[in-house]
């Protein structure tokens, strides 16, 4: 069983940075790929990237591509999503999922309670 806290939200200005981190607990942290998820107001969740148990390959959504940096820490149980060039369009609930598939973009059993990001002038 994995558990799953992210932090890291909060308002910013457009074109501003954000770092969402997500800690997990359980033993199996490090053998589990793990992704960033986000649901805006009225529209479905969408995966925003996706990065290996071994941390050697990624996966992002073509939109946000030079963007958003997806990166784990085993050592830490963590991983982060770094966000630049910010846009009112990324504001959302950004989630964590644990165990996904790399290969197959299926979502994980895993997931954390999410962390509001609001891009706002």
């Known amino acids: 069983q994995v558990q799953l806290v992210e932090s890291g939200g909060g308002l910013v200005q457009p074109g501003g940075s954000l770092t969402l981190s997500c800690a997990a607990s359980?033993?199996?942290?490090?053998?589990?790929?793990m992704g960033w998820y986000r649901q805006a107001p009225g529209k479905q969740r969408e995966l925003v990237a996706a990065?290996?148990?071994?941390?050697?390959?990624?996966n992002y959504a073509d939109s946000l591509k030079g963007r958003f940096t997806i990166s784990r820490d085993n050592a830490k149980n963590t991983v982060y999503l770094q966000m630049g060039g910010l846009k009112p369009e990324d504001t959302a609930v950004y989630y964590c999922?644990?165990?996904?598939?790399?290969?197959?973009?299926?979502?994980?059993?895993?997931w954390g309670q999410g962390t509001q990001v609001t891009v706002s002038s």
């Open positions: 999922n644990g165990g996904l598939s790399l290969a197959t973009m299926r979502q994980g059993p895993y």
């Open positions: 359980g033993s199996i942290f490090s053998a589990i790929d």
């Open positions: 990065i290996s148990n071994g941390g050697r390959t990624t």
